[in-house]
């Protein structure tokens, strides 16, 4: 027979446990869906592109946390046809990126495109940019061993 305070610790225990589950499967689900939408089918020269639909307001995200350029180049990595500046900024925002400061984030977008092709990083295809960097397979393997998402949105075979 367990005595009171041993079943009180056993019941809270249990509870936290549930609840530290809970939190883990939202936050896969959230890192799923993400994913999901990054491998979503596009061919990318259609007049428009399936819009990615995760939140309704996107707080959290794999994008929630870094910078302009790194998110820019995980969005643009999982399409090779690229995008308009337009597309990248809806995909940024629905990712999770949330800018800091005064300045909107369509406003970022095109001062970074600007910054990115001096740096021979981007190219403009029309209307597109189209991130030109190398990404290696190793770094791409490293991005899944660390649990964020593959930049190129496409998992390693």
């Known amino acids: 027979m367990l005595t009171k305070e041993i079943c009180e610790g056993l019941k809270a225990e249990r509870d936290s446990l549930l609840r530290k589950r809970r939190e883990i499967v939202q936050d896969l689900d959230t890192r799923i869906k993400a994913i999901e939408a990054l491998l979503s089918p596009s061919d990318g020269f259609g007049p428009r592109q399936q819009r990615l639909l995760l939140n ?54 095109w001062a970074e495109i600007g910054r990115l092709k001096k740096e021979r990083r981007i190219q403009k295809r029309g209307r597109r940019v189209v991130w030109s960097g190398k990404e290696t397979a190793r770094d791409q393997a490293a991005a899944l061993r660390q649990g964020d998402v593959p930049e190129n949105g496409h998992l390693p075979s």
């Open 56 to 109: 309704d307001e996107a707080t959290e995200g794999p994008l929630t946390g870094k910078g302009l350029r790194e998110a820019m180049k995980i969005v643009l990595l999982s399409y090779p046809a690229g995008l308009k500046a337009a597309d990248l900024t809806t995909k940024l925002e629905q990712l999770g990126y949330q800018s800091t400061g005064n300045l909107p984030v369509k406003a970022r977008v």
